[in-house]
């Protein structure tokens, strides 16, 4: 009876391996196979000051949902276009399929981009944008959610795996190398029987959006600092993380 258990228990892992691998293995194909799609008529017309470094910094999300957790990057760089001035200028570009907008600061051509494009796919609009404005994945930021993060909380993170975030994991596939920092904000896990899809694609309660404003701030100033001091060969002297109180 024991080793019965056992071995089921066992046949249940290894069923759950082969599901997470296939749906990885789909998801790749797909963001594959809208790659070569769009990577047709990819002239370039909007011309940017070649004589400036040129970094680009990205709200993954699923556009259209904005308010909800899983969005929360593109409302970040709504905040970020408001600091920069460029609020009323984001445009459609359908050739990256995403809106950008653009700015120019301490020296760099900012290029910020919000993808029209679902979560899983956001990584096809990230390279299209890339290659047109001849972008380099080291200068790319992603700004993104963090379910293993407390609400409020704000960390950095220079490149590596993407620890289960679909849209990163969407970047890391088209762009092919996963060197693109990133800017993670806090969103909590769900609590008693809420499962983490509808948590993720909830909007914030009552409660969190008092504070939102104060993140979204506090994000900003984290990537503005970053953007402009980040040398690539001395982040320690660059603020990693940052946290907004939230009351019990």
């Known amino acids: 009876m024991r080793q019965g258990r056992l071995l089921s228990s066992r046949c249940c892992l290894l069923i759950q391996s082969f599901i997470r691998t296939m749906r990885r293995l789909f998801s790749s194909a797909v963001n594959r196979f809208f790659l070569h799609v769009l990577s047709q008529n990819m002239s370039s017309d909007v011309t940017l000051n070649s004589k ?14 904005s308010g909800t957790r899983h969005s929360v990057g593109m ?13 009323d200028q984001w445009q459609t570009d359908k050739k990256v399929c995403g809106r950008v907008t653009f700015s ?6 900012l290029v910020l981009l919000k993808p029209k494009l679902l979560m899983n796919i956001n990584g096809v609009s990230v390279a299209r944008a890339a ?10 930021y992603l700004v993104h959610d963090e379910i293993d993060k407390p609400f409020g909380k704000l960390t950095m993170k220079n490149g590596g795996s993407a620890r289960g975030h679909n849209g990163v994991r969407s970047c ?3 762009l092919g190398t996963d060197v693109m920092r990133r800017l993670r904000i806090g969103i909590g896990r769900p609590t008693g029987k809420i499962s983490v899809e509808s948590h993720v694609l909830s ?3 009552k409660e969190e959006q008092k504070i939102l404003a104060e993140v979204l701030q506090q994000s900003t100033e984290l990537l503005l600092k ?9 982040t320690s002297k660059i603020p990693q993380e940052g946290t907004v109180s939230v009351k019990a």
């Open 131 to 140: 290659e047109k404005f001849h972008i380099n994945p080291e200068d790319i």
């Open 226 to 234: 970053y953007v402009t001091e980040d040398s690539g060969l001395q």
């Open 104 to 109: 120019e600061v301490a020296g760099i051509q």
């Open 203 to 205: 909007s914030f309660s």
């Open 75 to 87: 409302a970040a760089l709504d905040e970020l276009a408001a600091r920069l001035g460029t609020a």
């Open 52 to 65: 400036l470094l040129k970094k680009m910094v990205v709200g993954l999300g699923n556009y259209g949902m």
């Open 172 to 174: 890391v596939s088209c």
